[in-house]
Every structure is written in structure tokens, then in C-alpha cells.
């Protein structure tokens, strides 16, 4: 195990370098950086030069756009991202490892309450279509998911705001809190929480369809094999076939896929929290991308890299819990 721990770890060393290196010249190649964006009107009106813009270029880091000046920066930023500095952020002015630190944990709080409220729904709802296949439950479940799946997620997003928010009023629109109050302590959680409600069922929404169908798709590979139909010959009653036996064997790619899910947690749903003005990591990175911050783009896009890489390692560790059959070596 140990020797397994060591030889993925220095795997994922060239992997997290191959793919700063790939990230770093995506970015260094957008039509216009952050300079661009925030001179263009000046430069129209002749309050700024070509050269001023050039000189401020210079200033943060970005003005040669060449083979070789894109070559040099890249390593100027490798040395100090070893070192734990990822720079300062463009667009908020502050070190890229304290905003993203600051605004992580409210995107990790929706995302791990969805995240729980998804398992708890669709693995029983795996389990329930693939011992009734083909039978009424089966498929209202797969109708509900493919919906699920299907639906866009700022639509969906767009439908419950209007449904609960503007025609109801049982739900606060937008945002993370009243702003017409000054609340603290509990009433303070409770209108987070108030104000939560509507991103957290959307994100459970689309999520649900995936795992419930891989779940139903493994549970019934595994009800037609040998040892369930030996099983019941011996006469175990329904539940200890399917909960003992054949569910602990549809785990394996289970634990494949909620591995990969981790990024998720810490990563933010973008796209969720711009529509809902939530001010997570996600419509934080979103506005600083649009903007070409450079800094903020590299750290937050290493931040998900490593959380995809140790996602990978804890799920194969969890391969051999799960399963005793499996040894990693």
C-alpha cells in the first residue's frame, strides 16, 4: 500500500506540471487580457497610448506574448507556486490563496449538503428501479432522471426563482442574505439557510439522474449473476440478497464516481451560483476568468486539479475497503 501511495504521488507530480504547463498558455492565449479589457475604452479616446498600455502590461507580468516571453513568466510563476504563492489576484486585489480560501467554504457548504441529499435520494432509487426493472417505479425513476439530466441548468434555475421566489415569495430571489436586515448569530444561519434552499435543490435536481441510473445500471449486472441466484436458493430473504450482497458489489464503481465528485465540493457550480448571486468560489472564478485574470485563473485551476488528483488516489484506496478482492500494489 505504501509503495502504492509513493508511486501515485510521484504520477501525479508530472500530471499536476503537465497540466499547469497546458492551462498556462490557454490563458496567455485569450484574445484579450485583463489590460485589454480594462484600457480599451481609454485608448479609443485617446487618454491612453499603445505604449501605456504596453508599459502596464509590463508591470503585471504579461507583456510579452511570445514563445519564449509566455516560456519565461511560466516559470517565474512555477517558482513561486512550489512555494505556496500563486500571486495577486487582478481583479480583487489580494493574494489568489486568500480569496480563494474566503470564498471556498460557503461554495463547499452547498455543494457537501447537495452532495449528501444526492446519495441519500439516488442510490435508493438505483436500487428500487433495478429490483422492480420494467415495472411502474422503474420507469417513473428513469423519466424523472432522464428530466434531471436533460435540463439546462440555468433553465432550471430560472424556473424555480420564478415559480418560488417572484410568484409565491416562499423563497428570497437572490443572494446570501436579507439585505435589508442586520442579522446575527442563529438568525443569521437560518437566513443563509432560507436563502439557500432554492441553489441546493437545483444542484440535487440535476445531479440525481447520473448516480440513480449508474447505480440501477450495476445493480442489475449484479442481480444476474450466479452467486445472487445461490444466494436465494438457500433461502436469504429479498433484503440480505440485495442489500448485503449484491449492493456491496455495485460499490466499486460508485466510489469511482463520488471520487471524481470532490473537486465539485470545493470547486463551486458556477453556473448555479451566478443565477442565484451567490458569492462562492464559482461566480468568483467565472468573473475573474471573463476578465483574464491570469493569477486567479492559474491558482483556482490547480486548486481543482490537485482535488481531481487526490480524488482519484482516495478512490482507488477506497477500491480495497470496499472490496477485499482488490489489492493495490
Request: zero cysteines.
Amino acid at each position: 500500500m505504501f509503495k502504492y501511495l509513493l508511486k501515485r504521488l510521484a504520477i501525479s507530480v508530472f500530471i499536476l506540471f503537465g497540466v499547469s504547463i497546458l492551462i498556462y498558455f490557454i490563458v496567455r492565449m485569450m484574445p484579450a487580457d485583463y489590460i485589454d479589457q480594462h484600457t480599451s475604452a481609454q485608448v479609443a479616446q485617446g487618454q491612453l497610448t499603445k505604449e501605456d498600455v504596453q508599459r502596464m502590461k509590463e508591470l503585471y507580468g504579461i507583456g510579452d506574448n511570445s514563445f519564449g516571453g509566455i516560456i519565461k513568466s511560466y516559470g517565474q510563476w512555477l517558482s513561486k507556486a512550489v512555494r505556496g504563492d500563486f500571486g495577486v489576484s487582478f481583479v480583487y486585489g489580494r493574494p489568489v490563496k486568500d480569496v480563494i480560501s474566503k470564498y471556498m467554504w460557503i461554495s463547499f457548504g452547498i455543494s457537501l449538503v447537495g452532495m449528501i441529499l444526492n446519495i441519500l435520494i439516488s442510490i435508493p432509487l438505483g436500487i428500487i428501479a433495478a429490483t422492480k426493472q420494467y415495472g411502474v417505479v422503474d420507469y417513473a425513476v428513469t423519466i424523472l432522471a432522464m428530466m434531471g439530466i436533460s435540463l439546462p441548468t440555468f433553465f432550471l434555475a430560472a424556473l424555480l426563482m420564478r415559480v418560488f421566489s417572484i410568484q409565491l415569495g416562499w423563497f428570497p430571489l437572490q443572494g446570501l442574505s436579507d439585505a435589508t436586515q442586520i442579522l446575527t448569530g442563529f438568525r443569521r444561519v437560518l437566513d443563509n439557510i432560507h436563502h439557500l434552499i432554492l441553489p441546493m435543490v437545483t444542484l440535487v435536481i440535476l445531479s440525481i439522474g447520473s448516480l440513480m441510473r449508474y447505480t440501477r445500471t450495476n445493480m442489475l449486472e449484479v442481480l444476474n449473476s450466479d452467486y445472487i441466484r445461490t444466494a436465494r436458493a438457500k433461502g436469504l430473504s429479498e433484503k440480505v440478497v440485495i442489500y448485503k450482497h449484491a449492493f456491496r458489489n455495485t460499490l466499486i464503481p460508485i466510489v469511482t464516481m463520488l471520487g471524481g465528485s470532490i473537486p465539485g465540493l470545493f470547486g463551486g457550480a458556477m453556473i448555479t451560483e451566478t443565477v442565484f448571486a451567490i458569492p462562492g468560489i464559482g461566480s468568483t472564478s467565472y468573473k475573474a476568468m471573463l476578465q483574464g485574470d491570469i493569477p486567479f485563473v492559474m491558482g483556482y485551476m490547480m486548486f481543482l486539479a490537485v482535488l481531481t488528483v487526490l480524488g482519484t488516489i482516495l478512490a482507488d484506496i477506497s477500491y480495497a475497503i470496499v472490496d477485499p478482492r482488490v489489492k493495490l500494489q
